[in-house]
Antibody, heavy 119, light 110 residues
Framework: QVQLQESGPGLVKPSETLSLTCGVS?????????WGWIRQPPGKGLEWIGS???????YYNPSLKSRVTISVDTSKNQFSLELSSVTAADTAVYYC????????????WGQGTLVTVSS | QSVLTQPPSVSAAPGQKVTISCSGS????????VSWYQQLPGTAPKLLIY???KRPSGIPDRFSGSRSGTSATLGITGLQTGDEADYYC???????????FGGGTKLTVL
């Protein structure tokens, strides 16, 4: 059974960098699929952030591209998100997931972690 | 702004059928598979339909999907109160080289 678990600070100050990690169990990232991040502001819809392949190939949401970096550590079977220069608009539940290039749908999701941007 | 357009809400009585539309463009729905997700309150989204009309294991055949041109549709028959949720469509956008979702549709089972 594939499981994903987000970890990282739940509170980030404005202008700082949001950093999250997604640990994967039950499947080796090196075996395939694009992995990535999706977020959901409180009371709003889903926003696609970006994706990464085990080779390091990435795709990013154009509206966030200048501030986003997604990286992968196959030795630890995990991948990470960094979002710089955050503002209150970046407050959201952040989900890590598998299959985020939508070819066969996003089939496995983490439980999500709320990140609040506030001083 | 969402890449794809969905109605904000739909409603129907228990046992009835409902459809949820998802509209896009030639760069996304027109040339890429569509998937659908159900999000119950306080939980992560769950994959309902992938590759336009395929159901993952464990998803009942009350849920169906179709795609035509630059639009897609999710159908739910035999509505149950447990189907009350937010539903999202998703696809890849070849021009943006990015994924995208619809704004979501809240289903109310009256």
């Amino acid at each position: 059974q594939v499981q994903l678990q987000e970890s990282g600070p739940g509170l980030v100050k404005p202008s700082e960098t949001l950093s999250l990690t997604c640990g994967v169990s039950g499947y080796s990232i090196s075996s395939g699929y694009y992995w990535g991040w999706i977020r959901q502001p409180p009371g709003k819809g889903l926003e696609w952030i970006g994706s990464i392949y085990h080779s390091g190939s990435t795709y990013y949401n154009p509206s966030l591209k200048s501030r986003v970096t997604i990286s992968v550590d196959t030795s630890k079977n995990q991948f990470s998100l960094e979002l710089s220069s955050v503002t209150a608009a970046d407050t959201a539940v952040y989900y890590c997931a598998r299959g985020v290039t939508m070819v066969r749908g996003v089939d496995y999701w983490g439980q999500g972690t709320l990140v609040t941007v506030s001083s | 702004q969402s890449v794809l357009t969905q109605p904000p809400s739909v409603s129907a009585a228990p046992g009835q059928k409902v459809t949820i539309s998802c509209s896009g463009s030639s760069s996304n729905i027109g040339n890429n598979y569509v998937s659908w997700y159900q999000q119950l309150p306080g939980t992560a989204p769950k994959l309902l339909i992938y590759e336009d009309n395929k159901r993952p294991s464990g998803i009942p055949d009350r849920f169906s999907g179709s795609r035509s041109g630059t639009s897609a549709t999710l159908g739910i028959t035999g509505l149950q109160t447990g189907d009350e949720a937010d539903y999202y469509c998703g696809t890849w956008d070849s021009s943006l080289s990015a994924g995208g979702f619809g704004g979501g549709t809240k289903l109310t089972v009256l």
